[in-house]
């Protein structure tokens, strides 16, 4: 079957199903749906695959229009293990795959379904690529494929939807998709090929092939970290146990001075300065692996016009920046007075929740970039001090979100909590940093360091103060700290 526009499908019926996914980054916009592609069935013997491309298209005053990937599942009579994951039943016409009245759901909710993706990577062989109907299937030589093994969708937080294969792969299938080289399936690649400890080997991935040759990056699997937790949780666990200990001392009369972030039990410092020391690893080798550039006095200041363009946006929308706007913007002048900095290949959207802890170290996950950047914007080079200043933000928010947990807990506590949790931050951020610069950070990499953290706090104001107001205080306290360094 050769790529359709689909005019059967109930725009109405589509858009319901979308809005109620958890990978929708659209929910609560004005919007229809706007053309819906048939990009072709999945081979193998088993249940209709079908690969749909599906149009948003925004009426908002912002406005734009995005592709998602839906891939769903027919079948002839209901499925009621699958109720939860129905788009909804129609008829299908002659030309069909497969004809008639149908029952349409998620097809990464359905076993069988996620199945035929695991026996078409499994088909291809290692090192080789295969041509099976509108789709184009990769191996990466390397690694067996336990075709046997059980699916089930992950079942976190995502923007994307992941399907784990018993504890052999993970396939994650893209959601929002765009022609040309998807950035995680182009790093994994890279990084896997050129032996990189510090990632999840990448196995095989799926491309469409349209109309003009250009390839639509669908799907990756890669192996799976089977002793993996996430460095998110582990952090907030860590802030627990030390405020645990925190409140109880705090209560027994002005003891809680005695209890610190490295004497607690679940202290992070060793985990922070070996994820330094992983991040470091995985710049180095993106750095010798994709071109790197050194940009001049010129492109600082370009850089420096961008952070203060941001930083007067975001006075406009959260006035309590205003006051420290001039300590963040002579330091954005600072940057602008450079004579030059290096660029390369970076990560894009470095947090500790694309951090995965395993018994053979720390990995990275997730190399798609900045979400909201167009693809040309996420793949060029850029200051490795950008993904720095992610994890540092990281470090900050790890032990505010857990101590505002504490509040309504323990009240009467606060001094003790706050001193801790900024003592925890501080710790770990420097433990982090040391590790990954191996020494000090010279004069112009701090500068950097400190612009881009403050960029990042910035915009997390706006963002706090849209979406969860209460959390504003978390990245305003940083702003105002750089402010008045
Ligand atoms: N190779 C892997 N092995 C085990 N778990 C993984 C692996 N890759 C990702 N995960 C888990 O799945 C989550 C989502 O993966 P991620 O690549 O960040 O997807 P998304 O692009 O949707 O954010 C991660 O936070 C991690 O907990
Ligand atoms: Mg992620």
């Not at 009245?101 to 695991?118: F, I, N, P, S």
């Amino acid at each position: 079957m050769s790529t359709a526009t689909i005019d059967h499908l109930d725009p109405d019926v589509l858009r319901a199903y979308i809005e109620r996914t958890r990978w929708f980054a659209g929910k609560g916009r004005d919007l229809h749906i706007g053309e819906v592609t048939r990009l072709g069935v999945l081979p193998g013997d088993g249940p209709v695959v079908v690969v749909h491309l599906v149009e948003v298209v925004y009426d908002d005053a912002a406005g734009g229009r995005e592709l998602y990937q839906v891939p769903l599942v027919f079948y002839r009579d209901p499925e009621p293990r699958l109720e939860h994951a129905l788009v909804g039943s129609w008829e299908e016409p002659a030309d069909a795959p497969l004809p008639g009245a149908v029952h349409a759901y998620d097809a990464l909710h359905d076993r069988e379904a996620t199945a035929q993706w695991l026996r078409a990577f499994a088909a291809t062989p290692a090192g080789g690529s295969r041509t099976a109907d509108a789709f184009v299937v990769h191996r990466v030589p390397g690694h067996e494929l336990d075709v046997d093994a059980v699916p089930s969708l992950y079942p976190g937080e995502q923007s994307n939807s992941s399907v784990f294969f018993g504890e052999d792969a993970v396939m994650k299938v893209f959601r929002k998709v765009t022609p040309g080289v998807n950035p995680d399936i182009e790093v994994h690649d890279v990084l896997t090929r050129a032996g990189s400890e510090n990632v999840a080997a990448l196995y095989a991935w799926l491309e469409h092939l349209d109309a003009d040759g250009s390839p639509w990056q669908l799907a990756m699997l890669q192996q799976f970290l089977r002793t993996a937790t996430d460095g998110w949780t582990l952090a907030l666990g860590s802030v627990r146990d030390l405020l645990a200990e925190t409140v109880t001392h705090a209560l027994e009369a002005d003891a809680a001075d005695q209890v610190h972030a490295r004497d607690a039990g679940g202290d992070f410092a060793g985990e922070a300065a070996r994820l330094g020391e992983s991040v470091r690893a995985v710049h180095d080798l993106l750095a010798e692996q994709f071109p790197t550039e050194r940009a001049d006095a010129q492109d600082a200041a370009a850089l420096a016009a961008v952070l203060h363009r941001r930083l007067e946006a975001a006075v406009d929308a959260v006035p309590e920046l205003a006051e420290h706007r001039d300590g963040v913007a002579a330091l954005y002048d600072r940057v602008a007075a450079l004579e030059g900095f290096e660029r390369q290949r970076v990560h894009g959207d470095l947090h500790l929740g694309q951090t995965l802890r395993t018994s053979k170290g720390w990995k990275i996950v997730d190399f798609e970039g900045e979400p909201a950047a167009p693809l040309a914007e996420r793949v060029r080079p850029d200051s490795r001090w950008r993904d720095v200043a992610g994890m540092l933000r990281s470090f900050d928010y790890a032990p505010r979100v857990v101590e505002r947990d504490f509040a309504l807990d323990h009240p009467g506590t606060d001094e003790a909590r706050d001193q801790r949790a900024a003592e925890w931050a501080h710790r770990n951020r420097n433990h982090f940093l040391t590790a990954y610069a191996g020494g000090e950070l010279s004069a112009d990499e701090r500068l950097l360091l400190d612009a881009y953290t403050a960029d990042k706090a910035v915009y997390e104001t706006v963002y706090e103060t849209r979406n969860r107001p209460t959390w504003a205080a978390i990245p305003l306290r940083a702003v105002a700290e750089i402010g008045a360094a």
